[in-house]
């Protein structure tokens, strides 16, 4: 099967479209905490042994300027620097329990967001966009043609 012409456009506008449904979840409740260090937060959850020097490089960023975001997390009681068990000399980021919670309300907020468009869409249409989203998914991943996957297409 041949594919459209502006096939990565319409990819790059339903991108574009899913972003701005995510930030405005987010905006929409008023969470007190700037996207970026949200972004943190999410990294940190995603990686429990990271350090400053590793979350700058994840955020491509001078250690300085992760530091500094550290700080604000930390003042605000959503990160806490504690020695690393295995190395005394490192030290660890931990989320407190505050963070975990705000990860999670705003996890929920999203998948609420997106939830109410695709209820807006045909059942059909969302059995396809989830074909489609899974082989984007593996190709982008793998690097190679995904397989078909049966499970997936009765869901």
Known sequence: ???????????????EALVGVLDSATSRHQVAVPPTQLRVLALIRERPETN??????????????????CDRLEATGLLRRT?????????????????????????ERRHRAVQAVLDRMPARAQHELLLALVAF???????????????????
Not at 84 to 100: G, H, K
């Open 52 to 69: 400053v020097n590793g979350l700058a490089e994840l955020l491509d960023v001078v250690p300085s300027s992760a530091s500094r975001l």
């Open 83 to 107: 020695p690393d068990p295995r190395d005394r000399r490192e030290v660890r980021l931990v989320l407190t329990a505050a963070a975990v919670t705000l990860l999670a309300e705003v996890r």
């Open 137 to 155: 998914g593996q190709a982008a991943a793998s690097g190679t043609p995904p397989q078909t996957d049966t499970a997936v297409r009765t869901a």
């Open 1 to 15: 099967m041949d594919r459209p012409p502006d096939l990565a456009a319409a990819i790059d506008a339903a991108a």
